[in-house]
């Protein structure tokens, strides 16, 4: 994990003055920073948006990117964060759209049209268990598991110590158990 944070945090620096480490960045990071955002916004347009405004802030700020301060995902996300709060201000949804019922990602061909169906009714019903956290819960659980960020990553990200991280986590998976009928 550290060697991929290393290496990560120099092909930032790299990409100030390369395309193409910008492009390898971009590749590995947009599938966790569109999960991120998408979980919080509900709604795939906006989704897309806010993803677009977060790289294009991410690509003009290189140069203000400081390794030794923090990993370059802990930066990206928080540009991102700071992203969809510029986005709720323009709109003036303060956070609240409709969960967008017609997104969803194309199944891979061997899935069954039933195991689509299971596997959307299944989605909604946790994105709604996640409606019962509190921020801060959503965001630490977004971050984990929407975006595979670690917990020490997010721990930066959100000025806390990792240990929280794993205490809030705890509880709040415990609380979407009890939601879902689990526990």
Known sequence: MESEIKYY????????????????LYNHFFPRV???????????????DVVSMTFMKVYENLEKYNPTKAAFSTWLFRIASNSMLDYFRRTQSRGEVE?????????????????????????????RAMDKLTEKERRIVEL???????????????????????????GALKKMRKVLGEG
Not at 11 to 24: G, I, K, W, Y
């Open 9 to 24: 945090n120099e092909l930032a620096v790299r990409a100030r003055n390369d395309e193409q480490a910008f492009t390898v």
């Open 34 to 48: 569109y999960n991120f955002i998408y979980a919080r916004m509900k709604n795939a347009d906006s989704a897309d």
């Open 99 to 127: 969960w967008d019922e017609t997104f969803d990602p194309p199944a891979p061909d061997f899935e069954e049209p039933e195991t689509k169906v299971l596997k959307a009714e299944g989605n909604a019903e946790i994105l």
């Open 144 to 170: 984990k598991y929407f975006s595979g960020v670690g917990n020490k990553e997010i721990a930066e990200l959100l000025g806390i110590t990792a240990n929280n991280v794993g205490v809030v986590l705890h």
